[in-house]
């Protein structure tokens, strides 16, 4: 990631550009728009992505585009190199609750997209999340090279997926999640919390 502080990192021109071309892939992007932009991003450094990121996914036409903002997904917490937390959703009670990803098998989730994206369901599956609740970080976190670019990388325990992290600034990534059987990457960006949430205790 960039060495600046968050400071000096907002007077840097490039980051200027590349906050205003995000802004822009929010609005709705293609794979191939959103894989160009995440090329184009500097590395990430394991000890930056220290404490707790708000998620949200970057549209580009994939299966799971907003199956996860559906669930109440809240983002990922990374505690070190191997103490990373792929899945966090936010509780009905408040808090967040830190979801186990092996009971989400990314086959069968992609197979289900759309039926787990009726507000039905969707309810149903955030009322069950506590249930596959953990308590240990589910992955960890490694230097990976990724189209000729070596940064830092969420690597699940129990599901063939990694997240390749890049920096927009300081408190901003792109995450392109890689997953062994999907016909291409799912964007999502991650906003470094202004206050860390914890995993529901309850």
Same mark, same amino acid.
């Given at each position: 990631?960039?060495?600046?502080?968050?400071? %000096?990192?907002? /007077?840097?021109?490039?980051?200027?550009?590349?906050?205003?071309?995000?802004?822009? +892939? %929010?609005?709705?992007?293609?794979?191939?728009?959103? *894989?160009?932009?995440?090329?184009?991003?500097?590395?990430?450094?394991?000890?930056?992505?220290?404490?707790?990121? /708000?998620?949200?996914? *970057?549209?580009?036409?994939?299966?799971?585009?907003?199956? &996860?903002?559906? +669930?109440?997904?809240?983002?990922?917490?990374? @505690?070190?190199? @191997?103490?990373?937390?792929?899945?966090?959703?936010?509780?009905?009670?408040?808090?967040?609750?830190?979801? @186990?990803?092996?009971?989400?098998? +990314?086959? $069968?989730? &992609?197979?289900?997209?759309?039926? $787990?994206?009726?507000?039905?369901?969707?309810?149903?599956?955030?009322?069950?999340?506590?249930?596959?609740?953990?308590?240990?970080?589910?992955?960890?976190?490694?230097?990976?090279?990724?189209?000729?670019?070596?940064?830092?990388?969420?690597?699940?325990?129990?599901?063939?997926?990694?997240?390749? +992290?890049?920096?927009? @600034?300081?408190?901003?990534?792109?995450?392109?999640?890689?997953?062994?059987?999907?016909?291409?990457?799912?964007?999502?960006?991650?906003?470094?919390?202004?206050?860390?949430?914890?995993?529901?205790?309850?």
């Amino acid at each position: 990631m960039d060495p600046q502080t968050p400071e %000096e990192t907002t /007077r840097v021109p490039g980051t200027a550009r590349r906050r205003a071309a995000l802004a822009d +892939l %929010e609005r709705g992007a293609t794979t191939a728009t959103a *894989l160009a932009l995440h090329d184009t991003l500097p590395a990430v450094e394991i000890d930056d992505l220290r404490g707790t990121w /708000r998620g949200s996914g *970057l549209p580009t036409g994939h299966p799971l585009d907003g199956l &996860l903002e559906a +669930l109440g997904w809240y983002g990922k917490r990374f @505690d070190g190199p @191997d103490a990373a937390h792929p899945l966090l959703f936010a509780h009905r009670r408040g808090g967040v609750v830190d979801v @186990d990803p092996a009971f989400a098998p +990314l086959p $069968l989730v &992609l197979r289900c997209a759309r039926l $787990l994206r009726r507000p039905s369901v969707a309810r149903a599956v955030r009322g069950a999340l506590p249930l596959v609740r953990t308590r240990r970080p589910r992955a960890r976190v490694r230097r990976v090279e990724h189209r000729g670019v070596v940064t830092a990388t969420m690597v699940y325990d129990a599901l063939p997926v990694h997240d390749v +992290l890049r920096a927009v @600034d300081h408190d901003t990534l792109v995450g392109l999640m890689d997953a062994r059987g999907m016909a291409r990457p799912f964007f999502f960006v991650l906003r470094r919390a202004a206050s860390p949430g914890e995993p529901d205790a309850s």
